[in-house]
C-alpha cells in the first residue's frame, strides 16, 4: 500500500509539473500576443484586400488565419479561402471566354454583358455574404454565422449549377 500511494502521489507531481509548464506556455503566448499589438484590446489595422500603400482606397477587413482561428480549424478556413479565390478565378475566366466568343459571333454580346456583370457582382458578394460569416463562424464559433454561410453557399451552388448548364443570354459560356 505504501509503495501504491508513493506511485500515486509521483503521478499526481507529473500532472501538477505538466500543468503548470502549459499555464507558463499560456501565459508567454498571452504577453506575445500583446506585445505584438494583437491582445484583445488592441485594434488591428485592416490587411484585406491587400493593396499597395499609393492605392487611394485602403484595406476594408482584418483577416489572419492563423492568428485569430484556432488551430485545429485553420486548415479548414484556408480550403474556405482557396475555394473562393478558385470560385472568382473562374468568373474572370468565364469574362475570357465570352469576349473570345465575342470576337467570333458579334451577336453575343448580351453574354458578355452579363458576364462582365456576374464578376463585379458575384467576387464582392461572394466575399462578403458567405467567405466572411465562415470565417467568422470559425473565428467565434457563431451559430448564426455558420447558418449564413451554409444558406448563401446552397444559394451560389445552384446558381453554378445554372451556370454549368449554359442557358443562352445568361452569361455563363
Same mark, same amino acid.
Not at 507529473?14 to 506575445?32: G, N
Not at 480549424?73 to 484556408?78: C, E, G, N, W
Given at each position: =500500500?505504501?509503495?501504491?500511494?508513493?506511485?500515486?502521489?509521483?503521478?499526481?507531481?507529473?500532472? /501538477?509539473?505538466?500543468l503548470? %509548464?502549459?499555464?507558463?506556455?499560456?501565459?508567454?503566448?498571452?504577453?506575445? +500576443?500583446? !506585445? @505584438?499589438?494583437?491582445? *484583445?484590446? @488592441?485594434t %488591428?489595422?485592416n490587411?484585406?484586400?491587400?493593396?499597395?500603400?499609393?492605392? =487611394?482606397?485602403?484595406?476594408?477587413?482584418?483577416?489572419? #488565419?492563423?492568428?485569430?482561428?484556432s488551430?485545429?480549424? /485553420? *486548415?479548414?478556413?484556408?480550403?474556405?479561402y482557396?475555394?473562393?479565390? &478558385?470560385?472568382?478565378?473562374?468568373? $474572370?475566366?468565364n469574362?475570357?471566354?465570352?469576349i473570345?466568343q465575342?470576337?467570333?459571333? /458579334?451577336?453575343?454580346g &448580351?453574354? $458578355?454583358?452579363? @458576364?462582365?456583370?456576374? &464578376? +463585379? $457582382?458575384?467576387?464582392?458578394?461572394?466575399f462578403?455574404?458567405?467567405?466572411?460569416?465562415?470565417?467568422k @463562424?470559425f %473565428?467565434?464559433d457563431?451559430?448564426?454565422?455558420?447558418? +449564413?454561410f451554409f444558406? &448563401?453557399?446552397?444559394? /451560389?451552388? !445552384? +446558381?453554378c449549377?445554372?451556370?454549368?448548364i449554359g #442557358?443562352?443570354?445568361w452569361?455563363?459560356?
Amino acid at each position: =500500500p505504501g509503495e501504491v500511494t508513493g506511485m500515486a502521489r509521483a503521478d499526481l507531481q507529473k500532472q /501538477q509539473e505538466e500543468l503548470e %509548464r502549459r499555464a507558463a506556455e499560456l501565459e508567454r503566448r498571452e504577453r506575445e +500576443l500583446d !506585445s @505584438a499589438g494583437l491582445g *484583445r484590446s @488592441a485594434t %488591428r489595422q485592416n490587411n484585406w484586400p491587400p493593396l499597395p500603400s499609393f492605392c =487611394p482606397v485602403q484595406p476594408c477587413f482584418y483577416q489572419d #488565419i492563423d492568428v485569430e482561428i484556432s488551430g485545429t480549424f /485553420q *486548415r479548414t478556413v484556408k480550403a474556405v479561402y482557396y475555394y473562393w479565390i &478558385v470560385y472568382s478565378a473562374v468568373l $474572370l475566366l468565364n469574362v475570357l471566354s465570352c469576349i473570345s466568343q465575342f470576337c467570333v459571333d /458579334q451577336s453575343t454580346g &448580351v453574354d $458578355l454583358g452579363m @458576364a462582365i456583370l456576374w &464578376v +463585379l $457582382l458575384f467576387t464582392p458578394c461572394s466575399f462578403l455574404c458567405w467567405y466572411r460569416p465562415a470565417y467568422k @463562424a470559425f %473565428r467565434s464559433d457563431s451559430s448564426f454565422n455558420f447558418f +449564413l454561410f451554409f444558406f &448563401v453557399s446552397f444559394c /451560389q451552388v !445552384s +446558381l453554378c449549377v445554372l451556370m454549368a448548364i449554359g #442557358i443562352p443570354k445568361w452569361g455563363f459560356r
